[in-house]
């Protein structure tokens, strides 16, 4: 008994210490991309493509999940426990970059609306369940729609600067005890009734911006906030408080969205067309009396170089080069060929100013074209006989 008793404490001790090594061992590391056969990750995409839902593999994959910033669900993720729960509740914990759910159509458990995840109740399709909230989805309020009845554990997570609106907060279940992740839940009481810009066109140059307004009917709505978005990115950028900047050519819309929601449950919008043009160099040309004109006429002696320097400023988005080229090279050349010989940037939109010194060569008249882009420039010069040194 005495020795049974001895090979039991070896064993015993035996397997705590398997126990600490295996505890001691690096947790398997999966890419990026590497979610299994049910699934398929792209560009922060997490699409959900089986009929099983395996709950384990987002706690093995924590460091994945992070870096996924939209999920979708495919029409056969469609399973609930045995108690007709959805097997998607309180799964979503460790992703913290999640911005959007989206679901197909033709699931028959779960639906997403404004990018937050939902399920049908298993004996009422007519109420839903909240699932999950997406921890960046951008705003600090969030109205709970009407059908909602209950709000599933771990529907929020670390929401303390939220603040959710139900019509009735105490007719959603409260038992999961999310009310204690988010900032605070008040009452829906005065429906958004519709919602005006101050501008609804804007035509910028690129680099450019011009802050819009939104303005919440009623005045006494009970969420005032607004979301803005642009349609194309690409052309003009829109930022949280209306903020419009023009990146490059081209036509978008920017859209205002209300947060709260109007008496049908749905949200208010309003849009505003944006023309963004390109920032097209302004040319001039100073003559040596300090005067700006595209006709600037001097008189050079042959062979020497000219007693004026030609020079050109414009402002531009960025460091751009200049061309000069001469119209009669027989006549008068650049000294350096159409390099340009000076350069001396000021910044961004800043002036940029560039000359070069003429040469003569012959007897006759000539227009020196500067062009940047599209924008030019015309300056006449003049070789003229020379009589005892001096031009005439």
């Not at 009734?193 to 140059?205: A, M």
């Not at 680099?207 to 349609?231: F, H, I, K, N, Y």
């Not at 040309?285 to 042959?302: R, S």
Request: glycine share 8%; with cysteine.
């Amino acid at each position: 008994m005495v020795r049974n008793q001895r090979r039991t404490k070896r064993l015993g001790a035996f397997l705590t210490a398997l126990a600490l090594m295996l505890s001691l061992l690096p947790a398997e590391v999966f890419a990026d991309d590497d979610w299994g056969a049910d699934y398929a990750y792209v560009d922060g995409l997490l699409t959900i493509t089986g009929n099983y839902f395996e709950p384990s593999i987002f706690a093995e994959r924590s460091a994945q999940a992070a870096n996924v910033t939209r999920v979708k669900l495919e029409a056969g993720v469609n399973q609930r426990t045995g108690a007709g729960t959805p097997m998607l509740v309180n799964q979503f914990a460790g992703f913290s970059s999640l911005a959007s759910f989206e679901v197909d159509n033709d699931n028959p458990v779960y639906l997403a609306s404004d990018g937050v995840l939902f399920a049908r109740l298993a004996n009422d399709t007519g109420h839903l369940v909240l699932i999950c909230y997406p921890p960046q989805r951008a705003g600090d309020s969030y109205v709970i729609p009407s059908n909602v009845t209950r709000v599933a554990g771990g529907a929020f997570h670390n929401q303390s600067g939220l603040t959710v609106y139900a019509a009735d907060p105490n007719q959603i279940d409260t038992d999961s005890g999310w009310t204690s992740n988010v900032g605070a839940v008040s009452s829906y009481t005065v429906a958004v009734t519709g919602l005006s810009l101050n501008k609804y066109d804007l035509e910028l140059t690129a680099g450019g911006s011009e802050t819009l307004t939104a303005t919440v009917a009623p005045a006494d709505a009970t969420v005032s906030e607004v979301l803005w978005s642009s349609e194309d990115a690409s052309v003009a950028t829109v930022d949280k408080n209306g903020l419009v900047t023009a990146v490059d050519a081209g036509t978008t819309y920017v859209c205002a969205t209300s947060v709260g929601l109007n008496g049908s449950g749905a949200h208010e919008t309003a849009r505003c067309k944006v023309v963004v043009t390109a920032n097209t160099p302004t040319m001039t040309i100073p003559d040596h009396e300090g005067e700006d004109t595209l006709a600037l006429a001097f008189d050079v002696k042959p062979g020497e170089g000219g007693d004026q320097t030609l020079s050109v400023s414009y402002i531009t988005q960025g460091d751009r080069d200049i061309v000069w080229t001469s119209a009669d090279p027989d006549v008068a050349l650049l000294c350096a060929g159409s390099a340009v010989t000076a350069a001396v940037p000021t910044g961004l939109n800043g002036a940029l100013v560039l000359a070069s010194r003429l040469y003569a060569d012959a007897l006759g008249s000539e227009s020196v074209t500067v062009a940047a882009n599209e924008s030019t420039g015309l300056s006449t010069v003049t070789v003229v006989p020379v009589k005892a040194g001096v031009a005439t």
